[in-house]
C-alpha cells in the first residue's frame, strides 16, 4: 500500500535542533524527499536520500533513514524563524514502463519560537 | 526564465460552472501532475502525464478532467461534477528517464467557490 504519515505540528525555539518524522509504507520506494512549503506557494525541494542510504547531511540539514522500519527523519540544526513553515516527506514510486508518482505526507507545520 | 507557470494565482468560481486552471512548464519534462491541497490533508493526485497525449487518473480524479496536447502545457478543468472544489492546486512536472525523479512544482492556484 501507499500512505505517508508525519505529525501535523512541531513547536521549536529559535536556534534549537528540529527533528521532523515520517512513516512510509511502500518499500520499494527508491528514492525519499523532503519538501518545504512557505504560505501561499508552492513546494521547494530541500533535499532527498537513495534508498540504500542511511543518512545524507546537507549542510544545517542531516537526513536519517531506517529502511527496515520504514522511517525517515529530517533534522534542522540551530533552527531560524526562516524555518517556519510546512515540510512534506515524499516517496517516489516507479511504474513499470518507465515513470514515477510521489506520494506525499500530510505535512508537519513547523513554528520557530523566539 | 526556466520554471513552471500557474495562472491565475487566485481564481474564484460560481458553483455550477466550469473552470480551467493553467499550467505552462519550459523545462523541457515529460512528466506533469496536479496535486490538490486540503489543510492536514496534504498534497493528493489528480492526474498526471508521462508524455503527450497521454494522461492517467490519479487518486481523486473525479469531476477533474485534463488534457495534454503539448509538452509544455497541462491545463486542469474543475467540472460543476466536483463538489468541494475549493482547495489550492499545484502543478508538478518532472522527468521520466531518470531513476531519481523529484518533482518541480508551480506556485499554485487557489481556488474559491462562491
Known amino acids: 500500500g501507499e500512505d505517508v504519515e508525519q505529525s501535523l505540528f512541531l513547536s521549536v525555539r529559535e536556534g534549537d535542533s528540529s527533528v521532523i518524522n515520517c512513516t512510509y509504507t511502500d518499500s520499494s520506494s527508491t528514492y525519499l524527499y523532503w519538501y518545504k512549503q512557505e504560505p501561499g506557494a508552492g513546494l521547494q525541494l530541500l533535499t532527498y536520500i537513495f534508498s540504500n542510504m542511511d543518512m545524507k547531511q546537507d549542510q544545517r540539514l542531516t537526513v536519517l533513514l531506517n529502511k527496515k522500519d520504514k522511517h525517515l527523519s529530517l533534522r534542522i540544526a540551530d533552527t531560524q524563524t526562516g524555518d517556519s513553515a510546512i515540510y512534506f516527506c515524499?516517496?517516489?514510486?516507479?511504474?513499470?514502463?518507465?515513470?514515477?508518482?510521489?506520494?506525499f505526507g500530510t505535512g508537519t507545520q513547523l513554528k520557530v519560537e523566539l | 526564465d526556466g520554471g513552471i507557470t500557474q495562472s491565475p494565482k487566485y481564481l474564484f468560481r460560481k458553483e455550477g460552472q466550469n473552470v480551467t486552471l493553467s499550467c505552462e512548464q519550459n523545462?523541457?519534462?515529460?512528466?506533469m501532475y496536479w496535486y490538490r491541497q486540503d489543510p492536514g490533508q496534504g498534497l493528493r493526485l489528480i492526474y498526471y502525464s508521462q508524455i503527450v497525449n497521454d494522461f492517467q487518473k490519479g487518486d481523486i480524479a473525479e469531476g477533474y478532467s485534463v488534457s495534454r496536447e503539448k509538452k509544455e502545457s497541462f491545463p486542469l478543468t474543475v467540472t460543476s461534477a466536483q463538489k468541494n472544489p475549493t482547495a489550492f492546486y499545484l502543478c508538478a512536472t518532472g522527468r521520466r528517464d531518470r531513476e531519481n525523479t523529484e518533482a518541480f512544482f508551480g506556485q499554485g492556484t487557489r481556488l474559491t467557490v462562491v
Open positions: 523545462l523541457n519534462h515529460d512528466a
Open positions: 515524499a516517496e517516489s514510486i516507479r511504474f513499470t514502463g518507465g515513470g514515477n508518482k510521489l506520494t
